[in-house]
């Protein structure tokens, strides 16, 4: 059974960092496209990173230059560093990826960001 675990959310001040961990079992974050979404209270869950089987890196426009996505094959996790850090980010934010017709999340990791 594919599960998706994220870790390492907590409550940081504004301009502040934190690396989010997501750790997967039963399918591969080397073979496997790897993203990260978040969700605002209030707000529809929206892309925040990918990370492609072949390295390819996509960001939305508002993490660009702040948030970086990358993946430790060996320990089948996906990490997200986030520096920079503003009040609007604070949203859960979860792990994804797609695999054929089968749509993987996990449970979420809140981040609250202070001002």
């Known amino acids: 059974q594919v599960q998706l675990v994220e870790s390492g959310g907590g409550l940081v001040q504004a301009g502040g960092s934190l690396r989010l961990s997501c750790a997967a079992s039963a399918i591969s974050v080397s073979l496997n496209a790897m993203d990260w979404y978040r969700q605002a209270p209030g707000k529809q869950r929206e892309f925040v990173a990918q990370l492609s089987t072949g390295g390819t890196i996509r960001y939305a426009e508002f993490v660009k230059g702040r948030f970086t996505i990358s993946r430790d094959n060996a320990k089948n996790t996906v990490y997200l560093q986030m520096n920079s850090l503003k009040p609007e980010d604070t949203a859960v934010y979860y792990c994804?990826?797609?695999?054929?017709?089968?749509?993987?999340w996990g449970q979420g990791t809140q981040v609250p960001v202070s001002s």
């Open positions: 994804h990826s797609q695999t054929g017709p089968y749509d993987y």
